[in-house]
């Protein structure tokens, strides 16, 4: 059997300034997983895929990538991409530069680029756009580009840190459409964290419910793989069911988080 | 109805030729001698008169004015490069650019005109002198106002040092930038007009800021005056000219 794309055993995060960000936390995570991190507010949720991503570094325990180390992150089979809570575009260049970027930082030729770029522009249906500037399009477009960016690299695990939050209803039921699609159709790895609750429901293949104070993984909720996800599995009854289900876990991490709070003051 | 660039045009230009048309009027009215108070048609007439003299000598401090403005840019740039580079470098030399700003240029620039005997030379270090520090301090400032999120895209896709700073720092220390070269583009002319006045040189190579001295000295008030508009003049294309390349070099971000 070949490794799990992501193996975290132990994983702590101290910062420098003392605060706990996380205690001991497992996860692995297989290929084609729809992995979602949820839990209230500063459960350490974006700490832990900056450990993932390597913008932190562990305190204590033991992690790997694909089975190896960080290092070899990047090599075919092994790339990850990491999409943040607001779309983090380049405002002084056009979208296709921006698709463009991870491919022109490995040196990727410029037509090859170009063709690539335009190729996820069209995936997350934008190819009209490429040279727009990131200023001239809507919030929901500019998450879109970045979505892109993130596939142009043909990722292996795809990081997505809360990046529908500041989105209106409406179009983030769509780009989570999208999402499902690009997981389950495709079999993108992804590891996702947001605030809401349907959101995890709709998309996840597994949901990781943490508790905050220190920062752990409270309950794990599997979801059948199986399931369409789009329009009609929303207004579903098994839907609202697994939603009622997470809905639960979540307030019994929030009411324990409370009460470390509690125990401490 | 007007649109409001017309009218934010058209407002000051009438204020301006009303108060034009009253200093007039006062001035005749009264028969106010123009060694006191010259009137607008009065120094409109001197510079007629005297044209040819006083826009060469514009010319002389333009020159001044732009030799320093170059000069202060590339050096304000690779001074703040410098300072970027490590906090230990910070540490040493910013209390030297703070020393550097905080001492008038009207203080400095005698010694300076003795230490260079080249006076254009010497007139051109003042000026530059006065116009480095926001082309530093801004520099400095874009360079550190990195997205940190951008930067850790950047991190995370193994950029090298030359990738990070060309893709991405000085392109998101570009608007910084600009402002800073706004506020120099003024102060260029500012300590160049300073510098002639320290330095007061004569003969043909003698810029705006000594035929307002020697006006003065003529008590030929009316020809002061004129030169005191061909600096505004000056003042105002050079502003609105580093505002439109303000404007063109961020024209994508909003
Ligand atoms: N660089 C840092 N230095 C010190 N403490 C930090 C740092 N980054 C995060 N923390 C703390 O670690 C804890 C977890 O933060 P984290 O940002 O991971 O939470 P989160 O689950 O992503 O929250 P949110 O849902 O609000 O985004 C918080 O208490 C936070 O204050
Ligand atoms: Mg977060």
Known sequence: ??????????????????????????????????????????????????????????????????????????????????????????????????????LDLEKVDRATADKRALAALERVGLGHVTEHYPAQLSGGMKMRVSIARALVTEPDLLLMDEPFGALDEFTRNRLDEEMARLCYEDGLTTLFVTHALHEAAFLSSRVMVMAARPGRIHAQYEIDRSILRNEEFRLSDQFAGISRELAILLEDASRESMIQQEMRA | MMSSRTFSLLAPVTLGIIILGIWEGICRFWHIPPYLMPSPSAIWRALMLDGVALLHALLITLEITFAALIAAVVGGVLVAFLLVQSPLIERCLMPYVVIMQVTPIVAIAPLIIILIHNTPLALTACAALVAIFPVISNTLQGLRSVDPDLAAYFQMHKASRLQTLSRLRIPSALPMFMAGLRIATGLSLVGAIVAEFVAGTGGNSAGLAYQILQSGFQMDIPRMFAALFLITVAGLVLYAAAASLQRFALRHRS
Not at chain 1, 4 to 31: C, H, Q
Not at chain 1, 40 to 67: D, E, F, Q, R
Request: proline share 7%; net charge positive; hydrophobic share 40%.
């Open chain 1, 1 to 102: 059997m070949s490794s799990p794309v992501l193996s975290l055993a132990g994983i702590e995060k101290v910062f420098p300034n003392g605060v706990r960000g996380l205690s001991p936390v497992d996860l692995t995570v297989e290929k084609g997983d729809f992995v979602t991190l949820i839990g209230p507010s500063g459960c350490g949720k974006s700490t832990l895929l900056k450990l993932i991503a390597n913008l932190h570094t562990p305190s204590g325990g033991k992690m790997s990538w694909w089975g190896g180390n960080f290092g070899d992150v990047g090599r075919k089979g092994r790339r990850m991409a990491f999409v943040f809570q607001d779309a983090t575009l380049m405002p002084w260049a056009t979208i296709a530069k921006n698709v463009r970027l991870p």
